[in-house]
Every structure is written in structure tokens, then in C-alpha cells.
């Protein structure tokens, strides 16, 4: 059974820095390629950052350029974003996802993030 749980989101000011992490569990994880998503009210999903299994490939969204980072570590079957510099604009709820094969289908309940004074 596939399951996604992430974690870390939370109320932060203009400028501050998140953690999200993203338990796995139920399917291959060091071998399938991971992204995160968000989706902000009213919006659709955005992807926002992708890692190769082994971790030595990333990408990140233009909006998030310089200021996000994901990684892994498969030994934890978990991947985590680093958000840096975070505005009021990445406010949203936070999802990571397998980005291929059949477990691509599953979705977790995500983390809310929102950026405030």
C-alpha cells in the first residue's frame, strides 16, 4: 500500500525558511524519481521541484529558483524541501508525489504553508 506523509509545513513570516519532508513508504523508493507540488488556493497544481532516484539530478520551478531545494535520502525513504526566502506568494498546500511508474497515481493529504506577517 503506497502512502506519502508529509510534514513540516507551518505559518511563517515573509523571509523565513521551511522544511517540508515526505515519508514514502509501499513501493521501490530509492528507485523511482520524486517531485514535490504545491497548490495554492484557488489555483491548480504547480509542480515545484523534481530528484532523480539516486539524487544526483534535481530541478526546480523558475519561481523557486535559488530559493528551494529538495533532496533525499533513501535509507529514510524520504524526500525534503528546503524553502529559503519564503513570500506571502508560496503560501499553499504542499504535496510530494512519485513521479512515475504505477505509484504515481497516489497523492498524500499534503502540508499547509503559509507565509505571513
Known amino acids: 500500500q503506497v502512502q506519502l506523509v508529509e510534514s513540516g509545513g507551518g505559518l511563517v513570516q515573509p523571509g523565513g525558511s521551511l522544511r517540508l519532508s515526505c515519508a514514502a513508504s509501499?513501493?521501490?523508493?530509492?528507485?523511482?524519481?520524486m517531485n514535490w507540488y504545491r497548490q495554492a488556493p484557488g489555483k491548480e497544481r504547480e509542480l515545484v521541484a523534481g530528484?532523480?532516484?539516486?539524487?544526483?539530478?534535481?530541478n526546480v520551478a523558475d519561481s523557486v529558483k535559488g530559493r528551494f531545494t529538495i533532496s533525499r535520502d533513501n535509507a529514510k525513504k524520504t524526500v525534503y524541501l528546503q524553502m529559503n526566502s519564503l513570500k506571502p506568494e508560496d503560501t499553499a498546500v504542499y504535496y510530494c508525489k512519485a513521479a512515475g511508474g504505477p505509484w504515481r497515481l497516489y497523492w498524500g493529504q499534503g502540508t499547509q504553508v503559509t507565509v505571513s506577517s
Open positions: 509501499g513501493f521501490p523508493f530509492s528507485s523511482v524519481a
Open positions: 530528484i532523480t532516484p539516486s539524487g544526483g539530478s534535481t
